[in-house]
Nanobody, 126 residues
Framework: QVQLVESGGGLVQAGGSLRLSCAASGRTFSMYHMGWFRQAPGKEREFVAAVTSGGDSTDYADSVKGRFTISRDNAKKTVYLQMNNLKPEDTAVYYC???????????????????WGQGTQVTVSS
């Protein structure tokens, strides 16, 4: 069992930066691939970024490549999403999620993730 709590969302102007954090509870955090997803009003939840259980590999949606960086600290049971050069189209609720490492790392599909946080709102003004 893994419980996830996101933080770090807020309101930022276009071109600004935010760092999201996702704190996990449970003893098996290091056994899970971790992902960030987002959902804008009226749209489906979409993949943003993922990192392997050991932190040695990452994956990104094309829309955020070069702007967002995912990382994790297994000792702190925390995964991060550094978001730079934010755009209005990045506005959404951001969720972190955990996927058992028995799954292949790629692709990161919503239905493969067993545990989800409550989400944190990111709003980018133009």
């Amino acid at each position: 069992q893994v419980q996830l709590v996101e933080s770090g969302g807020g309101l930022v102007q276009a071109g600004g930066s935010l760092r999201l954090s996702c704190a996990a509870s449970g003893r098996t955090f290091s056994m899970y691939h971790m992902g960030w997803f987002r959902q804008a009003p009226g749209k489906e939840r979409e993949f943003v970024a993922a990192v392997t259980s050991g932190g040695d590999s990452t994956d990104y949606a094309d829309s955020v490549k070069g702007r967002f960086t995912i990382s994790r600290d297994n000792a702190k049971k925390t995964v991060y999403l550094q978001m730079n050069n934010l755009k209005p189209e990045d506005t959404a609720v951001y969720y972190c999620a955990a996927k058992s490492s028995v799954w292949s790392f790629r692709p990161s599909q919503v239905n493969q993730f067993d545990y989800w946080g409550q989400g944190t709102q990111v709003t980018v003004s133009s």
